[in-house]
């Protein structure tokens, strides 16, 4: 069985839990080491359930055990988007059993989960976001690799897990390499000001850095960066400098993708810079630029400002 890390729940030595060790192993070859992570964590939840209820043949995993192991999840509490994605994790994980041969077909087609919310991104105000960026740091290697990594998120509109993991050979001139979801690689251009802290950064990267270190962005002991480590640095610097709301590497790919698009109106460069494989997906955008224009328009059109008490007094209003 593969050891397993604080991020990775280990799992106990019955039948189900070694395939379900066989399976991760098998999505590791195409998947990314955050899906193969996240789809652990999710059948781990299964594996603790299975063997409270004495169940160990991975042959048992019928519709209505599985619908069991859902409903125990939403009773604890879990949201509608984690059981979704639990949801997600046994399918995967049931077509699987299903292509070995032990189970028959897949069971997990006839089980709903709680419809998610639709939450729509909210970017950190332009004006607030300049002002944040512009505050100087303190000169040190440190100050000047946060700098970098806040500078390239807004720049390029970086998912977390792409910033992470990029070694010094993916940058190129304005440009940057970067694999994306289904390990897709695509160039995203580097704005003038993340050049700017990009070269600074790589001008003293090596008193932290050995040598032998391919990794962009490196902690104190001069290996990579991790992923909490990323969020807990932008969660403390929009404390130090004043930014009066809570700042995470998702933000600020959504303030990239919403004032890119308030500016281009070109949803389809959007589309392949953010690395969506469907339109869709960057469509919330146009929704959310629909409501800023919508308040706009509440805001300073004459008709809409006209109240429904001033409706009622115009004549045209009395029978």
């Known amino acids: 069985m593969a050891n397993s890390t604080l991020d990775e729940p280990s799992l106990a030595e019955t039948p189900i839990a070694k395939r379900v060790e066989a399976f991760l192993a098998a999505l590791a070859s195409h998947a990314s080491p955050a899906t193969v992570a996240a789809y652990r964590h999710d059948l781990a939840a299964l594996c603790r359930f299975t063997e409270r209820r004495d169940v160990t043949d991975p042959a048992a995993l019928d519709t209505a055990l599985l619908r069991a192991f859902l409903g125990a999840e939403r009773s604890r509490g879990l949201a509608p988007r984690s059981l979704a994605r639990r949801r997600a994790a046994l399918s995967r994980f049931a077509d699987y059993l299903v292509k070995q041969g032990v189970l028959v077909d897949n069971p997990v087609g006839l089980l709903r989960t709680p419809k998610q919310p639709s939450h729509l991104p909210r970017p950190v105000d332009v004006d607030a976001l300049a002002r944040f960026l512009d505050t100087p740091h303190d000169g040190s290697p440190l100050g000047m690799r946060d700098q970098a990594i806040l500078e390239l998120f807004y720049s390029s509109g970086l998912r977390l897990a792409e910033l992470a993991a990029l070694d010094l050979g993916d940058l190129q001139n304005s440009r940057v390499r970067v694999i994306g979801k289904g390990g897709k690689p695509r160039q ?34 001069g290996q990579r960066l991790g992923h909490r480590a990323i969020q807990k640095r932008l969660a403390q610097l929009s404390l130090a400098r004043g ?36 339109l869709s997906t960057t469509q919330i955008y146009t929704r959310l630029d629909w409501q800023h224009l919508a308040t706009s328009y509440d805001a300073a059109h004459p008709r809409a400002k006209r109240g429904l008490s001033d409706r009622k007094n115009s004549p045209r209003s009395k029978p």
Request: charged share 20%; hydrophobic share 40%.
């Open 243 to 278: 930014l009066p709301e809570h700042l995470h590497p998702h933000r600020l790919r959504h303030s990239f993708a919403s004032h890119l698009l308030e500016s281009s109106q070109d949803l389809r460069a959007v589309q392949e810079l953010l690395g969506h494989a469907n």
């Open 188 to 221: 995203v251009p580097v704005g003038r000001r993340a050049q700017q802290a990009l070269a600074e950064w790589l001008g003293c990267r090596s008193v932290l850095a050995p040598i032998t270190e391919q990794a962009l962005f490196v902690g104190q002991r």
